[in-house]
C-alpha cells in the first residue's frame, strides 16, 4: 500500500523561505512522479511543481516559477520542496502526492491524475 507524508509547513514572513519534504513509500517500480499541490481557503486546489523519479525531470506551475525548486533525493526516498521569495498569496494548504502512471516523459498537473495524497501541511506567509 502506497502511503505519502509530508513535513515541513509552518509560519514564515513574506520574503522568506520555507522547505517542505515528502516521503513516498510502499511503490514497488522505479518511474513514476510525485508532486506537489496547494488549496486556498475558499479556491481549488492548484499545481505547483513535480518531479519523475528516474531522471529527475521537472515541471512548475508559472506562479511559483523561479522561487521555489523541487528535488529528489533518492538515498532518502524523499522529494523536497524548496520555496523562496514566499508571498502572502502562497499561503495554502501543500499536498503531495504520487501518479504511480506517470514517467519520465509524461508530469501531469492535474489533480486526478495523481492516485495517493498526503494529509498535507499548512504553510502561512504573514506581511
Known amino acids: 500500500q502506497v502511503h505519502v507524508a509530508e513535513s515541513g509547513g509552518g509560519l514564515v514572513q513574506a520574503g522568506g523561505s520555507l522547505t517542505l519534504s515528502c516521503t513516498v513509500s510502499?511503490?514497488?517500480?522505479?518511474?513514476?512522479?510525485i508532486g506537489w499541490f496547494r488549496q486556498a481557503p475558499g479556491k481549488e486546489r492548484e499545481f505547483v511543481a513535480c518531479?519523475?523519479?528516474?531522471?529527475?525531470?521537472?515541471n512548475y506551475a508559472d506562479t511559483v516559477k523561479g522561487r521555489f525548486t523541487i528535488t529528489r533525493d533518492s538515498a532518502r526516498n524523499t522529494v523536497n520542496l524548496q520555496m523562496n521569495s514566499l508571498k502572502i498569496d502562497d499561503t495554502a494548504v501543500y499536498f503531495c502526492?504520487?501518479?504511480?502512471?506517470?514517467?519520465?516523459?509524461?508530469?501531469?498537473?492535474?489533480?486526478?491524475?495523481?492516485?495517493?495524497w498526503g494529509q498535507g501541511t499548512q504553510v502561512t506567509v504573514s506581511s
Open positions: 510502499g511503490v514497488t517500480f522505479r518511474t513514476y512522479v
Open positions: 518531479i519523475s523519479t528516474s531522471r529527475h525531470t521537472t
Open positions: 502526492a504520487a501518479d504511480l502512471d506517470g514517467s519520465d516523459y509524461y508530469l501531469a498537473w492535474t489533480p486526478s491524475d495523481y492516485e495517493d
